[in-house]
């Protein structure tokens, strides 16, 4: 079973709109949570770490996090068709040693010009 | 940017044949990783290592064997390659508790 949970599985947005992904752990011993995005073909990239309640912003990319129910979220505004790709949830924490990272299934972005 | 090259892209191997992925990470860095990928599993962990000369399961090592000789190579191994190992695999690097840096990935199929 999935340790880390994500929704939609996949996704259509305008150019332009704002895309929405969400990720909850079944281990609350996850503490530290990763968005990382993958083109076609690629490899994946780290778009943006975070590890505290709350809201971090980088450009048009916003992370949530609420540790308490242990759900994070990504919020892509002003989407660009350069940003349809397969987004992963990541996750680690004081059971894995801080070594090991979980990955969730993974929202597919598609925005549509 | 760190930079980690995976070798062979791609790769056809019969069943019952030997397979070596290789990877290499020019960061330095302590940890590095193997990764498989399927549609609707996302990412999972294979073997993973802390340093030259170790090797650690991860969730789903059965039929995978890795080798670190060097801070900078991490190899995994398929001494049987069955039909079922037909995949995608990435290998990254990275510290502990930071960001992964992934390679480009290896794809293999096993006939």
């Known amino acids: 079973q999935q340790k880390v949970q994500q929704s939609p599985e996949s996704l259509s947005v305008p150019e332009g709109g704002m895309a929405s992904f969400n990720c909850t752990s079944s281990?609350?011993?996850?503490?530290y949570f990763w968005w990382y995005r993958q083109h076609s073909g690629e490899g994946p990239k780290a778009l943006m770490?975070?590890?505290?309640?709350g809201d971090k912003k980088e450009g048009r990319f916003t992370a949530h996090l609420n540790k308490a129910s242990l759900h994070v979220s990504l919020h892509i505004r002003d989407s660009q068709p350069s940003d349809s790709a397969l987004y992963f949830c990541?996750?680690?924490?004081?059971?894995?040693?801080?070594?090991?990272?979980?990955f969730g299934a993974g929202t597919r972005l598609k925005v549509i010009a | 940017e760190a930079a980690v090259t995976q070798s062979p892209r791609n790769k056809v191997a019969v069943t019952g044949g030997k397979v070596t992925l290789s990877c290499n990470q020019t960061?330095?860095?302590?940890?590095m990783y193997w990764y498989r990928q399927d549609t609707g599993h996302g990412l999972r962990l294979i073997h993973y290592?802390?340093?030259?000369?170790?090797?650690e399961k991860g969730d789903i090592p059965d039929g995978y064997k890795a080798s670190r000789p060097s801070q900078e190579n991490f190899s995994l191994i398929l001494e049987l390659a069955t039909p079922s190992q037909t995949s995608v695999y990435f290998c990254?690097?990275?510290?502990?508790?930071?960001?992964?840096?992934f390679g480009e990935g290896s794809r293999l199929i096993v006939v």
């Open positions: 960061n330095n860095h302590n940890n």
């Open positions: 770490s975070i590890f505290s309640d």
């Open positions: 281990d609350r011993n996850f503490q």
């Open positions: 290592s802390y340093g030259a000369g170790s090797t």
């Open positions: 990541a996750a680690s924490g004081v059971n894995t040693g801080n070594y090991k990272y979980v």
């Open positions: 990254a690097s990275g510290e502990q508790g930071n960001t992964l840096y």
